[in-house]
C-alpha cells in the first residue's frame, strides 16, 4: 500500500451518486438526495440518491424482465463466467481506488478494507464465477422404467440488503453465487455504506453485464428495503444485519408472496481460553484483535472471552496490553490498525454500553471517546473485566470494540456460559488438548468454531448462523443451494 496515492485518493471530490437500475445512474425519482457523512472526520463526503418506493420497483421490474427474458437465466453458463470474471478483474484493476472510497464512507482501516473489501469480493466473484459450469444435476436411481432428472435452476428475482461494516466483502457472498447461478438481484446497500456499491455495480456493466441484471438502489432502510421485502416479484430475500431488521423482514415475507428469507444476524461470539492453551500470548494478541479490529464492527467478533478462572488475571493484562497497543486513528492512514467507528449514532451506543459496566461496578479497562477534536468518530478499545452473565454486555451484541470478559472454572460451566446467548454465530477454544477441543466444537452451538486461532477463515467454509443468529450460508458452494431450486422431471420410459 503506497501512502502517497492514498493521500492523493482520499483528496478527491465526489460528485453525487446515484442509482444503477436497468443499466443506467438514474437520480431518484422525486430528486431526493441524502447526505453522505465521513466518520474519518464528520464531513459530508458528498450526496447519494434517497431511493423510493418507484425506484425500488423500477429495479424490480428491471431484474423481473432481466430473468424473465433468460438474458442471463438461460445462457450457457461458460458466458456468465466469462462477464464474471471481467468484473472481478476490473475491481482488481481500481482495487485501491474502491477500497479509499469505502474508507471514507464507513471508517474501516485500510489495511484491512482493501484484502477485506475490493480484493475479497474479486476473489468472491472468481470463485463462484468459476464454479458456475461444474455444478451438475442428478439422474435419480430410480426404477428402470422410469428416468428421473434433477435440474439446478437459478430461483429468479434476489432481494439483497446488505450492511455498512463489509458492504462489498459481504454483498459478493451474496451477489457471487446469486449472479453466478443466473438470479437477477436487486440490492440495497446501508445507509452508511454505499458508494463503493454503486462503483461496482458500474464496473459490472463494463464488464459486460447485461442491463437489469445488477440494479443497486441507495437509500433507507424503511423504504427501499421494506419495498424489497414486500415485493411480490423479489423471490428470494438475502440479508445481513439486525434482528429487529430480521424479524421485519420475515414478516413482510409472510404478508406478501412468501419470498425465502435468508438471514445473518449477528452474535455475541464466545471466545473460551483454557489455562492449557498453547501459547497464552498469542492467545492473547489474536483475542484482541479478533474483537477490536474494524472498531469491533465484525459479524463474527469474538465479543464474549471466557476465560479460565486460575489464567483470568494473567490473561486479562495481557490482553490489556494488546487492546493499548492497537494503534486506532485515522483509517486512512496505513499504520492505523483500527479505524473509526461508522457512524456517530453507533460511536454513542457504543460509549453507553461501557458507561453502564461502570455505572454497575464492573472493571472496565478503556473505553473513552479519543480523537474528538478531528471531528470523526474513534474510541479506544473498551475492556469489561468482570462481566456477570447477566450484564447487556454479556448477552446483547455491542456491534463495537467492547469485550466482556467473564471466568469460568470448568469445562462444563465454560459450555453453559458459551451456550447462553441467544445467538449462534461463531465461537472459539483455545486449548492444547485435542479431546477437549473435539468435545467443545461438538457442544458449542454455533455456525463456526475455531480451535486455537479467531477469524481469518477463507471462502472455501461456509457461513451461517443457528439460534437467532440466523439462517443458510454465505460462502463455499453451499451458498449456492439458496440461488438454485431443485426441479424433478419424472419420465416414463
Ligand atoms: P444496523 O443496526 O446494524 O444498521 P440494520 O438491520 O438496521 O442494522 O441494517 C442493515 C440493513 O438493513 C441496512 O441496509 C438497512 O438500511 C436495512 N434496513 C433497516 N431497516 C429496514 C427495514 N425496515 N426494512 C428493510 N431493510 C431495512
Not at 464528520?42 to 418506493?53: C, D, F, I, N, S
Request: one cysteine or more; aromatic letters at 6%; proline letters at 4%.
Amino acid at each position: 500500500m503506497n501512502q502517497d496515492r492514498i493521500d492523493v485518493l482520499r483528496a478527491v471530490p465526489l460528485a453525487a451518486f446515484q442509482h444503477v437500475i436497468n443499466g443506467r445512474r438514474v437520480c431518484a425519482s422525486d430528486g431526493g438526495a441524502m447526505s453522505v457523512i465521513s466518520p474519518v472526520d464528520g464531513t459530508v463526503l458528498t450526496t447519494m440518491a434517497r431511493g423510493t418506493r418507484e425506484d425500488t420497483d423500477a429495479a424490480i421490474a428491471a431484474a423481473r424482465q432481466a430473468f424473465d427474458s433468460g438474458i442471463w437465466s438461460d445462457v450457457a453458463p461458460a458466458v456468465r463466467k466469462k462477464i464474471l470474471l471481467n468484473w472481478a478483474d476490473l475491481i482488481e484493476a481500481n482495487a485501491l481506488e474502491l477500497a479509499v472510497l469505502g474508507v471514507r464512507e464507513n471508517g474501516t482501516e485500510i489495511g484491512m478494507a482493501l484484502k477485506a473489501e475490493p480484493l475479497s469480493a474479486a476473489a468472491t466473484i472468481r470463485y463462484y464465477a468459476e464454479a458456475v459450469d461444474k455444478l451438475f444435476g442428478e439422474v435419480a436411481p430410480t426404477d428402470p422404467a422410469f428416468l428421473g432428472l434433477v435440474h439446478r435452476e437459478p430461483a429468479g428475482v434476489v432481494g439483497a440488503i446488505v450492511p455498512w461494516n463489509f458492504p462489498l466483502m459481504i454483498g459478493a457472498w451474496k451477489f457471487g453465487p446469486a449472479l453466478a447461478a443466473g438470479c437477477t438481484m436487486v440490492l440495497k446497500p446501508a445507509e452508511t455504506a454505499s458508494l463503493g456499491l454503486v462503483r461496482l455495480a458500474e464496473l459490472a456493466l463494463e464488464a459486460g453485464m447485461p442491463a437489469g441484471v445488477f440494479n443497486v438502489v441507495t437509500g433507507e432502510g424503511a423504504v427501499v428495503g421494506a419495498r424489497i421485502a414486500e415485493s411480490m416479484d423479489v423471490d428470494v430475500l438475502v440479508f445481513t444485519g439486525s434482528g429487529s431488521t430480521g424479524r421485519r423482514l420475515l414478516e413482510a415475507a409472510a404478508r406478501s408472496n412468501l419470498k425465502r428469507v435468508y438471514l445473518e444476524l449477528g452474535g455475541k461470539s464466545p471466545n473460551i481460553v483454557f489455562a492449557d492453551a498453547p501459547d497464552l500470548d498469542e492467545a492473547a494478541r489474536v483475542s484482541a484483535h479478533g474483537i477490536f479490529r474494524n472498531s469491533g464492527q465484525v459479524c463474527i467478533a469474538g465479543s464474549r472471552l471466557l476465560v479460565e478462572r486460575r489464567i483470568h488475571e494473567e490473561f486479562v493484562e495481557k490482553l490489556a496490553f494488546h487492546a493499548a497497543s492497537i494503534k486506532v486513528g485515522n483509517p486512512l492512514d496505513t499504520a492505523t490498525q483500527s479505524g473509526a467507528v461508522n457512524s456517530e449514532r453507533q460511536l454513542r451506543q457504543n460509549l453507553q454500553f461501557v458507561e453502564e459496566a461502570r455505572g454497575q461496578g464492573r472493571k472496565v479497562i478503556g473505553g473513552q471517546r479519543i480523537l474528538e477534536e478531528t471531528g470523526g468518530f474513534y474510541m479506544s478499545p473498551a475492556i469489561v473485566a468482570d462481566a456477570a452473565r447477566e450484564d447487556r454486555v454479556f448477552q446483547e451484541e455491542v456491534f463495537g470494540p467492547v469485550l466482556a470478559v467473564t471466568a469460568f472454572d470448568t469445562e462444563a460451566e465454560a459450555v453453559a456460559l458459551a451456550n447462553d446467548s441467544k445467538y449462534g454465530l461463531a465461537a472459539a477454544i483455545w486449548t492444547s488438548n485435542l479431546s477437549r477441543a473435539h468435545r467443545m466444537v461438538r457442544k458449542i452451538r454455533a455456525g463456526l468454531v475455531h480451535v486455537n486461532t479467531y477469524g481469518g477463515s477463507d471462502l472455501t467454509i461456509p457461513l451461517g448462523g443457528v439460534k437467532q443468529s440466523g439462517n443458510g450460508h454465505d460462502k463455499s458452494l453451499h451458498a449456492f443451494d439458496k440461488y438454485l431450486d431443485l426441479k424433478t422431471a419424472w419420465i416414463k420410459l
